[in-house]
């Protein structure tokens, strides 16, 4: 059964901090991971990453995948309150052959930054 | 604003009922996915749509079902609603059928009582 665990669950750290989120993975098929930002409602794009060992980078924001050890993390640097969020990671397995795909949605890391 | 709307954005119902939930992809996008959100289950994919096929299908209850249109707007059914169903709903979309980022929708939030 696929299986996405994210840590830590949740955490807080103050302005400026910079903290580094973790997620594994057990995917068939595995294609993809894509990281999401929530706040309030909808998950907004962050990266996604297919390589082993290649950094994406976006700003502060940054994130890299294992796909021997099946991780990935995401790191951000000198946090900002508008940082604060739900942090998703969903792998992505191909499916039937390559014609179609899906998330699986870890539960996420709540942050939590604090002026 | 990622392009891709949802209405309604929040509706509330009675348990028993018949809701639809609808869907329209950003611009150019082929692929609608589906996907609920509730506290105690987290994001769990329901149905993926490319170019008006059925393409996958997830932990979608026989309850539920979709389509998607000649226009690639596609609509979500729930049926029989029970307490339990209450959840935010949100559809996502990408230009492909496969391999590439999926953008999400605002969400409709169902409340069932």
């Known amino acids: 059964e696929d299986k996405v665990v994210q840590s830590p669950l949740s955490l807080v750290v103050h302005e400026g901090d910079t903290v580094t989120l973790n997620c594994s993975y057990e995917?068939?098929?595995?294609?993809?991971l894509l990281w999401y930002k929530q706040e309030k409602k909808a998950p907004t794009f962050l990266f996604m990453l297919t390589s082993s060992g290649i950094e994406k980078k976006s700003g502060r924001l940054s994130s890299i995948l294992d796909k021997k050890e099946l991780f990935s993390i995401l790191n951000i640097t000198a946090t900002q309150t508008g940082d604060s969020a739900v942090y998703l990671c969903?792998?992505?397995?191909?499916?039937?052959?390559?014609?179609?795909?899906?998330?699986?949605f870890g539960t996420g890391t709540l942050l939590a930054v604090q002026p | 604003d990622s392009g891709v709307t949802q209405t309604p954005k929040h509706l509330i119902t009675a348990t028993g009922q018949r809701v639809t939930l609808r869907c329209s992809p950003r611009?150019?996008?082929?692929?609608v996915y589906w996907y609920q959100q509730s506290l105690d289950q987290g994001l769990q994919f329901l149905i993926h749509?490319?170019?008006?096929?059925?393409?996958a299908k997830g932990n979608i209850l026989e309850r539920f079902s979709a389509q998607q249109f000649p226009d690639l707007h596609s609509e979500l059914n729930l049926s029989s609603l029970e307490l339990g169903d209450s959840a935010l709903y949100f559809c996502a979309s990408s230009l492909l059928s496969s391999g590439d980022t999926q953008y999400f929708g605002p969400g409709t939030r169902l409340t069932v009582l």
């Open positions: 969903a792998p992505s397995p191909a499916l039937h052959g390559g014609a179609t795909n899906k998330l699986i």
């Open positions: 995917v068939t098929n595995f294609r993809s």
């Open positions: 749509y490319y170019n008006g096929e059925e393409r």
């Open positions: 611009s150019g996008d082929l692929s």
